[in-house]
């Protein structure tokens, strides 16, 4: 009755599944701000210490924390003792500020996005066009109310390969 199922890899979902997916620079850098939420108040944490525990490439943390530096979610100390800090308390960086500063829009396709609109295909199908935005929304309400306080709160991930499991509510 309705076909074959699209696969990640036809045309129109292709596209959608690019703009769902975290580019690595966006996920090194939560895993620097979840490190450095977890070390104690104000203690400086060489990048090399953070690249050590997060498995993160030294140089490419550099520059990633540099753009964090920029934004003021990350403060730097120069010298022999010198390092990183967060610049704010990790309950005011939301996962959304960091995704947009290295990933840009939230939305499943630009169409349906509040900050980086431009015109795609999709707007064809209005039906289309709502689910989209249904998928933004929830996207964008969980990734704005989720901060790197909470990430860090969680001690271990559950088995994931378990479907009785359910995962942590952050």
């Keep these: ?13 292709r596209g959608i599944i690019e703009f769902m ?7 090194y850098a939560l ?4 490190y450095l939420a977890r070390q104690p108040k104000d203690s400086i944490t060489s990048t090399d210490a953070i690249a050590r525990a997060q498995g993160i490439p030294a140089k490419f943390l550099e520059q990633l924390l540099l753009a ?5 979610f990350v403060r730097s100390t120069k010298g022999k003792m010198g390092g990183y800090a967060l610049a704010k308390d990790p ?12 990933d840009g829009a939230l939305a499943p396709t630009e169409s349906v996005s509040s900050f980086f609109y431009e015109p795609t295909p ?14 933004r929304d929830y996207v964008s309400f969980k990734l704005e109310h989720t901060t790197i306080a ?21």
Excluded: C, N, Y
Aim: aromatic share 2%; charged share 30%; hydrophobic share 45%.
């Design 122 to 135: 999709i707007e064809k199908e209005k039906g289309l066009v709502l689910v989209l935005r249904d998928i």
């Design 31 to 34: 895993l620097a701000l979840v």
């Design 91 to 102: 309950k005011d960086i939301s996962m959304a500020e960091i995704i947009r500063l290295f």
């Design 1 to 13: 009755m309705w076909g074959t199922a699209p696969t990640p890899s036809s045309p129109p979902l």
């Design 21 to 27: 997916k975290l580019t690595t620079r966006s996920e």
């Design 68 to 72: 964090m530096r920029m934004a003021h």
């Design 150 to 170: 909470d990430v860090a709160a969680v001690e271990a991930l559950p088995d994931i390969d378990t479907e009785d499991e359910e995962t942590p509510d952050i």
